[in-house]
């Protein structure tokens, strides 16, 4: 239920999966999905090879990532916004279509903005993790379970966006692009306190296993 409740509730990764499906297509969208879910893969291993505890320990380096994570949010918000500017006629102004490069790079670097997901990992896995069986096995299975549940909250928020854009015409995409854009501008501002308070909710179902620096 907790690993539930994060997923479904909008953040940084869900709303620019909602932005790039809007702009760009569902189909295209996914590669933004992919970035995100590498990420995810990354700071997964990351905390099954135990730097969770040196990230938790070394309050200099998380605040330097931290801070690194906000700038590219804000950056990545007014990006959005001044991109979403119709055109003479009224509607959506003809842009470059970004390559999937470029979209898988931009889910990679939002989801991989949050230093704290590889203590969020190394808290809650061992949650579901027994002693009586291989470690290994049970965390990729854990692994692969949270990639793929992610995944198909990412695509669904991809296909709900792209609906509303082909409802209500293009007007739709640039209204979605602004929204995104200053959602995006807002979650910098709010992902400090919301991880703070999920860490703490995890920390305090276990107590001593790992600890977040402010």
Known sequence: MTVLALMSTPGPSQLLMLTTSGVHGFKRSLSTAAGDLSA?????????????????????????????????????????????????????????????????????????????????????????????????????????????????????????SSWIVKRFKGGARVWIERVGGGLARAASSLCNPYWRSTMSAISASRPGRFTSAS
Do not use: C, H
């Open 40 to 160: 995810n893969a990354l700071q997964m291993l990351a905390a099954g090879l135990g730097l969770a505890a040196i990230i938790a320990a070394s309050a200099t380096a998380l605040t330097v990532i931290k801070w690194v994570g906000v700038a590219y949010l804000i950056w990545l918000g007014v990006r959005m916004i001044r991109r979403a500017k119709p055109d003479d006629t009224g509607g959506p102004a003809e842009r470059k279509r970004a390559s999937l490069r470029t979209l898988w790079l931009q889910g990679f670097l939002t989801s991989a903005a949050n230093p704290k997901a590889v203590v969020f990992f190394a808290a809650l896995f061992p949650q579901f993790i027994t002693s009586e069986a291989a470690f290994w096995p049970q965390f990729l299975i854990l692994s692969a379970t949270y990639i793929v549940m992610d995944g198909l909250f990412l695509s669904s928020y991809g296909l709900g």
